[in-house]
């Protein structure tokens, strides 16, 4: 399994941007599917976006289709999460998953990084 750490999050206005990051550790990143969740305040852990290993593929929630950006820099283990428009109900932490390509789910998880969207 890869350990993974986010960073980014913040307070900002609605309308404005942010880039997420998250670093994984391990030499075998590459071979990592990615996604990005997100846990709003008294609401369940939801799928925002995912990116495959090579990330040549990218498949997103409705909600965020147009604003949010997946992408990955498998040299540098990171995969970050371009956020513009952002809304207040875009509001939540935000966790990066990793799947290993024998696992059906996502097996790694970082400890989250807030975003707050003020309106």
């Known amino acids: 399994q890869v350990q993974l750490v986010e960073s980014g999050g913040g307070l900002v206005q609605a309308g404005a941007s942010l880039r997420l990051s998250c670093a994984a550790s391990?030499?075998?990143?590459?071979?990592?599917?990615m996604a990005w969740f997100r846990q709003a305040p008294g609401k369940e852990r939801e799928f925002v976006a995912r990116?495959?290993?090579?990330?040549?593929?990218?498949y997103y929630q409705n909600s965020v289709k147009g604003r949010f950006t997946i992408s990955r820099d498998n040299a540098k283990n990171t995969v970050y999460l371009q956020m513009n428009s952002l809304k207040p109900e875009d509001t939540a932490v935000y966790y990066c998953?990793?799947?290993?390509?024998?696992?059906?789910?996502?097996?790694?998880w970082g400890q989250g990084t807030q975003v707050t969207v003020s309106s």
């Open positions: 990116i495959n290993w090579s990330g040549g593929s990218t």
């Open positions: 391990g030499r075998t990143f590459s071979t990592y599917a």
């Open positions: 998953a990793a799947k290993s390509a024998d696992s059906a789910t996502y097996n790694s």
